[in-house]
């Protein structure tokens, strides 16, 4: 029924506009500041009304289908200048020229959209940093492998090259947010092999927020948001798309993918297709046994963007198998087996998604409006038929409406609302069945004047949890539990900008997660961590304090910034084993020999996370950029006086990039890189063991070339180059985390991996 509603909602909010004529257009041009000569090829780009356009060869554009009122954040970008960041207001603007000063560095001028209110970043008080379509092409071998190799910050839990999660500032799971489409990804976000299920080749860029988001994304936005972007829709009368793939030589991954978009008077559509797959990854010591994996993913997008706003239908599927290998202490790791066959026990994940994004205009304010239905199934197998099988449906709906802007004041009020159904279908039981429903309610305001601005808001969440009672064979394996959990959380933030060199930025504020119903009612084998969980009915929910300070710096030879921040959890959950705390579980099949599990239970204490993360880029010339990161999270379980578990290690990222002049070539460069680990000996004790500080060295190379107009992007890049033996202190099959029984018994992480990839955007008029 909930599905139908969904349906209904969209047939009838469409036809409502579907013949609105009188169409508003913006043209401009743009130039260079010294020479005055038109920068054809410059992309320019409205995000909020997700469009975006190229210049013509005299630096001419034009959009045809906009609103005609209210104001909006024009970006403007062209290689080798500064962006202009800029807000328009249509009703006052019907031409506006941009002339772009040369620059050999980037600046701070970009768009963020995952906030409140779309703004510069540089009057923007949250952390974020956004990642582009070519820094995602850096032989990563997923989306968070290459977030987590570009952003201060962030890191991930991985279980070999195929799964990997986020954390950013030491925070993980359901503590991280992440939004594609305009909606909140949800699938089996508590598992600690539980990926993020969506497809790395999709974004055309990714804004990552550092931070508690709660204020407008709710429980579970404690450490921050990713908000995946995908490639807005081209101009009217034009088609635009991209052919990539992509080799890594460390477990054959083949990485394929086709998009095309385009613009009909207003009516816009995409459709993607991609496929990966790879064999069982390499380390120094050999190939680790069934570890080969492979998905597929289709998406479309059909939508209109006409002068009352824009409506878009975003469709998705995705298909992921993922080998594993539940080895016992002594038996072997390693094969020379380089079969793209899985074996059994393996996962079998598919994730089906609608997202209805809308924004109208509403008199001089607008309405934005996203609707959302989700399945996520997960099979875990240890034969053909499911051992452990998740079917978890979650509907959405989440509204702000954006009040005009009045003497610099922008307020925004804002509801949200999730319903989760999720039921057991296989013939083993790890959380019970459930049903879980979210309701907020917001109201953020933003003050601008001079080079400030303030912003403020107030959140109201309500979550309720109800697990389903489950008795097997006169045994109870689920009791069952109902519980309601509600929050006022807030925010404040503040940013100054000095001068064209400096500007400050800092946030305040308290965010909320409710446990969710692994934490309360887990009681089986995970199969796939090869350990028994057992969850707490009597959790409460989690409540961060935070604050951050941000100091960002840039000039024509020298920009970067400098961060800190402190985040005192109270009730931190997590799920932690006890040397000897183990359980014997009888085995299905009558022939078989029972299996003895290490045993996991949820708890919670209060924790204490502070650290500190930056940049520093050095441009002494225009083809030479001296790239320096770095982060550090110190975590403290407060209660236990101890280290807080799985808390990534300090790293430093070292990068010389040169960018010389080749005749015939455009946009060469070649690097070579260093990454700095540092020794995590703050663990916890009572299972985990410290993890060795580390070097790796990684180089790489590319070019554009030209085919006539057509461009044919090709690069080269090489991870761990010198083939280094290693522990990462996230890598869940590290020693201690694979087996309580036998410390040392660990695999390392993947060894040397050379990435070859061929990238081939093309426009149509």
């Known amino acids: 029924m909930k599905l139908k509603f969904l349906f209904s909602l969209l047939l009838f909010t469409i036809p409502a506009f579907l013949f609105a004529a009188n169409l508003s257009s913006f043209t401009g041009t743009v130039t260079d500041a010294k020479t005055h000569q038109p920068l054809p090829g410059a992309t320019v780009t409205l995000s909020q009304l997700r469009i975006s356009t190229v210049a013509d060869v005299n630096g001419h554009f034009t959009f045809n289908t906009l609103p005609s009122r209210g104001r909006y954040v024009i970006e403007v970008r062209f290689i080798g200048y500064q962006d202009m960041v800029q807000t328009v207001d249509l009703s006052a603007n019907a031409t506006l020229d941009f002339a772009l000063v040369p620059s050999i560095v980037e600046t701070h001028e970009v768009v963020i959209t995952g906030t409140p209110i779309a703004s510069n970043n540089k009057y923007n008080s949250t952390s974020a940093t956004v990642v582009n379509k070519d820094q995602l092409q850096n032989g990563a071998t997923n989306l968070i492998d290459a977030l987590a190799k570009q952003v201060p910050g962030v890191s991930q839990i991985t279980t070999g090259p195929g799964i990997s999660k986020p954390v950013i500032r030491g925070v993980g799971y359901n503590r991280i947010v992440t939004v594609n489409d305009g909606i909140k990804q949800q699938g089996q976000q508590w598992g600690d092999e539980h990926g993020i299920e969506i497809d790395q080749n999709q974004a055309d860029r990714v804004e990552v927020l550092r931070g508690a988001a709660s204020l407008l994304y709710g429980s579970d936005a404690i450490g921050g948001v990713i908000n995946v972007l995908e490639p807005l829709a081209p101009a009217p009368g034009q088609l635009k798309g991209e052919v990539l793939s992509s080799y890594s030589t460390n477990n054959g991954l083949t990485n394929s993918s086709a998009m095309l978009t385009g613009n009909e008077n207003g009516f816009v559509w995409r459709g993607r297709g991609s496929y990966q797959n790879a064999y069982n990854f390499k380390t120094p010591d050999g190939y680790y046994i069934n570890s080969g994996y492979n998905n597929t993913s289709l998406s479309g997008m059909l939508g209109l963007n006409k002068q009352w706003g824009y409506s878009h239908l975003n469709f998705e599927y995705f298909k992921n198998n993922i080998g594993f290998n539940d080895a016992d202490p002594g038996d072997p790791l390693y094969t020379n087996d380089k079969s793209r066959t899985l074996d059994f026990p393996r996962q079998d994940i598919r994730h089906y998604k609608l997202a209805l994004n809308n924004n109208f205009i509403i008199g001089s304010g607008s309405l934005k409006l996203d609707l959302g239905y989700q399945k996520n199934q997960r099979r875990e197998l240890d034969e053909p038929t499911p051992a452990l099988f998740f079917d978890l449906n979650t509907y959405s709906l989440d509204a702000k409406y954006y009040l005009a802007e009045t003497n610099g004041w922008q307020p925004v009020f804002g509801v949200s609302s999730s319903e989760e159904h999720s039921v057991n279908k296989g013939t083993e039981y790890l959380i019970p069945a459930y049903d879980r429903t979210s309701a907020g309610a917001f109201a953020y305001i933003k003050k601008t004047w001079n080079q400030n601005t303030f912003n403020a808001g107030l959140r109201f969440d309500y979550v309720k949890n109800n697990g389903k009672q489950l008795i097997l064979e006169d045994e109870e394996q689920f009791a069952g539990f109902k519980n309601t959990f509600n929050s006022f959380t807030g925010a404040l933030g503040y940013t100054h900008v000095f001068n064209d060199v400096f500007s400050f930025k800092a946030n305040a504020g308290t965010a909320f997660r409710a446990p969710n119903p692994a934490e309360l009612g887990s009681n089986g084998v995970h199969e796939g961590t090869t350990r028994y969980e ?101 975590a403290q379980n407060t209660s236990l006086d101890r280290a807080l578990p799985l808390i990534p290690a300090g790293v430093i990222h070292n990068t010389l990039r040169l960018e010389p002049k080749v005749k015939g070539l455009e946009n060469f460069y070649v690097y070579v890189g260093v990454d700095n680990f540092f020794k995590q000996y703050r663990i916890d004790p009572t299972f985990e063991t410290p993890t060795n500080a580390y070097t790796l060295l990684n180089a790489g190379a590319g070019a554009t070339l030209h085919i006539g107009t057509q461009q044919l992007k090709l690069y080269v890049s090489g991870y761990n180059l010198t083939n280094k033996r290693y522990y990462d202190a996230l890598n869940r099959l590290r020693p201690g985390r694979f087996s309580q029984e036998d410390p040392t018994y660990g695999v390392l992480n993947p060894g040397r991996n050379i990435t070859f990839g061929v990238y081939l955007p093309f426009n149509i008029k």
Not at 575 to 596: C, F, L, M, R
């Open 534 to 634: 057992i969850g707490n009915a009597n959790l409460n929910p989690e409540r961060s304090y935070q604050a951050d300070a941000t100091l960002e710096f840039g000039h024509n030879i020298v920009t970067g910034s400098l961060g800190i921040y402190e985040n005192y959890i109270h009730n931190y959950i997590y799920a932690s084993g006890a040397k000897g705390d183990q359980i014997t579980v009888p085995a299905e099949d009558p022939d078989g020999s029972p299996e003895t599990f290490d045993v996991y239970r949820y708890g919670q204490v209060n924790a204490n996370l502070y650290g500190v993360e930056g940049n520093l880029n050095i441009h002494p010339t225009t083809f030479i950029h001296l790239d320096n990161s770095f982060g550090y999270t110190h």
